[in-house]
């Protein structure tokens, strides 16, 4: 069993849509929570970082880490089809020198 | 300021083949990754290094090497390419301490193994 596992997707919603990806995770020493969002044939690029539980939002995206359950999950609110990538979670231990990526989620906003 | 960069861009080998990719990063990180992406199987790390001169195994190492001999480069070497690393090819680099843990992501390597 993976120690990341990502809703796989695709999501398709249409423009305005409030966006829901999530992750699962077993390994109980992550701490440091990411999500990273990749555009076609481009490399992967932070959006939101998170450390330990709780919620974080910048603008449009919210990120929420639930420790109790090792769930995380990414908010988007009135999604535009700008937002179109793959979103990428991915987390790591205080001192491991790796993180450990979940396999992303595509996700299409329809005009 | 051009963060990290790869080279090559894309790449054609036949079985058999060798060939390095070549990272660079000019943000004066200590750490830098190599990962593999292939359609629906997410980022797989293949070989990463915490500083100059150190290298470690990732998750999916073989038939791959890799060195750090200065502090902003990170090669990644096939020794004998085969159709199975037919694949896109990202390096990242990160800085060591305090609390952000962002990962600066390359535009990536395709390569075609035939």
């Known amino acids: 069993q993976k120690e990341v596992e990502q809703d796989p997707g695709p999501l398709s919603v249409p423009e305005g849509a409030i966006v829901s990806l999530n992750c699962t995770y077993s390994?109980?020493?992550?701490?440091?929570f990411m999500w990273y969002r990749q555009y076609s044939r481009k490399g992967p690029e932070l959006l939101m970082y998170t450390y330990s539980s709780g919620n974080k939002e910048d603008g449009r995206f919210t990120a929420q880490v639930d420790k109790s359950s090792k769930y995380i999950s990414l908010f988007i609110r009135d999604s535009q089809p700008s937002d179109s990538a793959t979103y990428l979670c991915a987390m790591k231990g205080t001192n491991a020198g790796k993180s450990t990526f979940g396999d992303g989620t595509t996700l299409t906003v329809k005009p | 300021n051009a963060g990290v960069t790869q080279t090559p861009k894309f790449r054609v080998l036949k079985t058999g083949q060798s060939m390095t990719l070549l990272c660079a990063q000019d943000?004066?990180?200590?750490?830098m990754y190599w990962y593999r992406q292939d359609p629906g199987m997410g980022l797989r790390l293949i070989h990463y290094s915490v500083g100059e001169g150190t290298t470690a195994k990732g998750e999916v190492p073989d038939g791959y090497n890799v060195s750090r001999l200065k502090k902003q480069n990170f090669l990644l070497g096939l020794e004998s390419a085969a159709p199975s690393q037919t694949s896109v090819y990202f390096c990242?680099?990160?800085?060591?301490?305090?609390?952000?843990?962002?990962?600066?992501f390359g535009p990536g390597t395709r390569l075609l193994v035939l």
């Open positions: 390994n109980s020493a992550f701490q440091y």
């Open positions: 990242a680099s990160r800085y060591s301490g305090g609390p952000q843990e962002t990962q600066y």
């Open positions: 943000m004066n990180h200590e750490y």
